[in-house]
């Protein structure tokens, strides 16, 4: 399963636009990119100028195309993802993949982007890194931006998570750690990549549950380390025990500049790609980066909450949240109380949440007139409303402390009260028949 036969699939729905005009790295495929970007289609750029290859976008840019790669319906979609997390699957490791087909030497060929005015320069944002522990024990995947700072040398951010373990591990003992940049990728390693395992877990073996077995790795030329057979491009490397810059400004998920930090170099060692690769290009902070980077963490908080209330309807890391920092969940309440019971279990179970909005299951969790309807009506700062002071939250948000993490969280438990009578909180209806319904439906259509 690769990209591209995902891509056939996306073509045949109507789901992607071509765009034939030609158009340059900086700034200008960034800029259209953002222009779509709210439920937009995907992007293919046919004519990227000075380079010879094409750039795809937004591909997994709505939860509507996230769904069809799994080929899951939305109200499925938590649950096979789960499923996935608690049983990986080896994908088969083949001789010979497609990715192999041309082997350069360095990054100058290919159309990296420059997104955001004020950032430091052209960032690759769709990048997979595999990389393996110095003792072979542990593999890990995931998504890390990198800056390109030469034709050989890259600046890889790494947040204190598995991926910068391993390097510490590595650079403890004086050596380099190699690594796989994978880019052009089914939407399904992408999610496993983005997904909050264990340490210890292989995201690669997690998307191949999500593949149903579909996914091939093969063994890079030189770096001690794999990636997909199918992949569109990959850059082997390794990342200094020694040498480290100042990575960013760079635009991150909130839509804000994040802050310039010091980190390592990665030496490329050499770039192989299909014949007629495609670039994957990513806008941080569009739906895509939200969506990925959100996503499963709706899918840890569905789990936690329903470990304290009988139901949870919905989780939406929203949009205007930065898919990362706010979260509406609708639930079932057995007792007063649960609400914020709920709340508790979602910001332990997603440290970085911010905002939390419990609501009842007639709220719809993804609109946002509706859930400030929820709260306008169904909830008392007074009786209803916490607030943690100094706890860890996102190092992502300007209003925090950006270096410790600490923050203040607030939960809002915007659920009807038991204790007043039901029919105050009611949504008043206007009783028709279906007929009068379809009449409305033939006027909404045209
Ligand atoms: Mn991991």
Known sequence: MSL?????????????????????????????????DNQGPILIFENVRNYKTKVVANVCGTRKRICASLNVGEDGL???????????????????????EIIEKDLSKIPILTHFERDAGPYITSAVVYAKSIDGNVENVSVHRLQVLDKKRLA?????????????????????????ISIGLHPAVMLAASSPVPFGVNEFDVANALLNNGLRLV????????????????????ISAREEVAEGPFVDITGTYDIQRRQPVVEVLNVMHRKDYVYQALLSSGAEHK?????????????AV????????AVNLSVGGS????????????????????????FAAHPSLKHVVVVDSDINVFDPCDVEWAVA?????????????????STLDSSADQETGLTSKMGLDATKPFTKPKERFERAKIPVGGEIEKLVGKFLAH
């Open 78 to 100: 938590y649950r096979k993802l789960a499923e996935a997390w608690r049983s990986p699957r080896k994908p088969k490791v083949v001789e010979d993949g497609a990715v192999k």
């Open 306 to 313: 329903s470990k304290v209330v009988p139901k949870v309807y």
């Open 291 to 303: 969506l990925l980077m959100g996503l499963p963490h709706e899918v840890l908080i569905w789990e």
């Open 4 to 36: 591209r036969e995902f891509l056939k699939k996306m073509e045949k729905e109507k789901e992607i636009l071509h765009i034939k005009d030609s158009v340059s790295t900086r700034f200008e495929i960034p800029f259209i990119m953002k222009s779509f």
């Open 323 to 346: 898919g990362w920092l706010h979260a509406i969940i609708s639930i079932e309440k057995q007792l007063d109380g649960d609400g914020k019971n709920a709340l508790l279990a979602a």
């Open 156 to 180: 890889i951010r790494l947040v204190p998570r598995h991926l910068f373990s391993l390097w510490q591990t590595a650079k403890e003992t004086g050596k380099d750690l190699e690594v796989a």
């Open 377 to 393: 009506t169904r909830f008392q700062a007074s009786e209803d409303l916490i607030i943690l002071n100094n706890v860890r939250g």
């Open 219 to 238: 063994e890079c030329e030189h770096a001690n380390a794999h990636a997909p057979a199918d992949a569109e491009l990959v850059i082997e490397g390794k």
